[in-house]
């Protein structure tokens, strides 16, 4: 069994946490708000932000029998770069208010789910990463174009405020590909262990990033109400 079906044999259920998260099933049934979607574009921001970061920490980390990810790794360092601009163009087209998503503080799950991958790099072993890549990436393949399709229909907002999540949903369909290859030649067990337990701690993080969305854009909401009242 190569180590990408293991990875989805042994990830099975906590996938099933993150896609099961309400915010996910009411957003493809078409119940969101634009409050919403930019609530999950700041938190996007602010671990996409970090991409960049963490794989030249993977890089500068990478044990000599590892060079050969050098090549791929710095690929997918420079597709990635640029990406947290795409987010905070996204929040502004959408009608939010880029300067204070720039400027907010993560919220907690999704503090943790970055915390957790630098752990895993700088404490643990760098190779772990690549289960974070799975799961982001995976994830936005299998949700990122319906998703994008379903609020813009329902919110009617203007194609420009969708770059990062229909930009990403193509782009990973090759990434996932050359994860793939990757994980394929990953042939010892500590490296195949430390994939799967990233990915298994990054799918339950970020499940709580997306339970924790409807709190936070109420809490947005909460907020607003309170200054027009002032």
């Not at 996007?44 to 790794?73: E, F, I, K, N």
């Not at 420079?78 to 720039?102: F, K, P, Q, S, T």
């Not at 799950?109 to 760098?126: K, L, Q, W």
Request: some cysteine; charged content about 20%.
């Amino acid at each position: 069994m190569t180590l990408h079906e293991q990875l989805a044999r042994e990830t099975a259920a906590d996938r099933n946490f993150l896609l099961s998260a309400p915010v996910i099933q009411r957003c493809l049934a078409g119940e969101v708000t634009r409050e919403l979607y930019v609530s999950f574009l700041t938190q996007a921001w602010h671990h996409v932000r970090h991409t960049v970061p963490l794989l030249m920490a993977v890089g500068s980390r990478l044990p000599a029998r590892h060079a050969w990810l050098l090549d791929p790794v710095l690929h997918y360092l420079e597709e990635e770069a640029g990406h947290d601009e795409w987010v905070l163009n996204d929040i502004e087209a959408a009608g939010g208010d880029r300067a204070a998503a720039a400027a907010s503080r993560p919220g907690v799950a999704t503090e943790a789910m970055i915390a957790y991958a630098y752990d895993t790099v700088m404490r643990g072993n760098p190779i772990g990463f690549f289960g974070m890549v799975h799961v982001l990436e995976g994830t936005s393949v299998s949700l990122a174009l319906t998703a994008a399709d379903r609020i813009q229909s329902t919110l009617a907002l203007p194609t420009r405020a969708f770059t990062y999540l229909r930009s990403h949903g193509e782009l990973d369909k090759e990434h996932v590909n050359d994860l793939a290859q990757i994980l394929d030649r990953l042939d010892r067990n500590e490296d195949r262990e430390a994939v799967i337990r990233c990915a298994r701690g990054i799918y339950w993080l970020y499940g709580h990033v997306f339970r924790s969305l409807e709190t936070g854009a109420a809490a947005a909401l909460m907020a607003e109400s309170h200054r027009r009242i002032a």
